[in-house]
């Protein structure tokens, strides 16, 4: 049985679709236009909540009380390094690249919790086997359906980048499953990019 909580974690951890889904018809300068601000102004009001207590408690009335684990309420909530770390993905690797990172850190991440919540029985590092495997077929999946998409790949000799497609999903279930000390939000986008950049860059 998956916790009710868990449910409603992954469910509004996956608004943030938005992102890769508009990068794919506008611009990499726009999508900075647009995100440069919203990155600025939520990542401060996660912070300032930490300082006035008037702000917490709307914030915790309205998001913490229903979504956060426990050490996010003394922190920075995982939705913050996300939009950080799409940010950084969309300035750093080509834009097939950046799409396919954010999409692997959605779906993925969110298999691998629903699955090691609901049938997880291998305990490794605080996570579970069944929950990782859930991560890496996800994953290829959506490496396999990325490489079909002729909007952002043109014409482009798409299997010459699978095997990067695959490293880099490999990475990224590493990554969220290995007890790295951060937030599994910001490194996986950046691991999974990062190796499927080196297809481009090598």
């Known amino acids: ?31 900075l236009l647009i995100m440069l601000p919203i990155c600025a102004f939520y990542v401060f009001c996660d912070i300032f909540r930490h300082f006035h207590q008037g702000f917490k408690k709307f914030f915790d009335r309205v998001i913490t009380s229903r979504f956060l684990r426990e050490h996010e309420k003394h922190g920075l909530i995982g939705s913050s390094y996300f939009i950080f770390g799409a940010l950084a993905s969309i300035i750093i690797f080509p834009k097939p ?17 629903l699955v090691g919540s ?7 590092f605080g996570k579970t086997l069944e929950g990782s495997i859930a991560f890496f077929v996800s994953g290829i999946i959506i490496v396999v359906l990325a490489m ?20 880099a999903v490999l990475g990224a279930t590493l990554v969220e499953l290995l007890p790295t000390g951060l937030d599994d939000n910001l490194t996986i986008p950046l691991v999974a990019g990062g190796i499927m950049a080196m297809g481009f860059w090598i």
């Not at 690249?97 to 919790?113: E, K, N, P, R, T």
Request: hydrophobic share 55%; charged share 15%.
């Open 1 to 31: 049985m998956i916790p009710w909580l868990e449910i409603r974690r992954k469910i509004m951890h996956t608004w943030p679709i938005i992102i890769p889904i508009a990068y794919r018809y506008i611009p990499k300068e726009t999508a």
């Open 97 to 113: 690249v950046a799409i396919a990172s954010l999409y692997i850190l959605i779906f993925c991440d969110a298999a691998a919790g």
């Open 118 to 124: 609901a049938w997880g029985r291998i305990r490794i």
């Open 148 to 167: 079909q998409d002729k909007l952002l790949w043109g014409n482009s000799a798409m299997q010459d980048y699978f095997w990067w497609g695959v490293l």
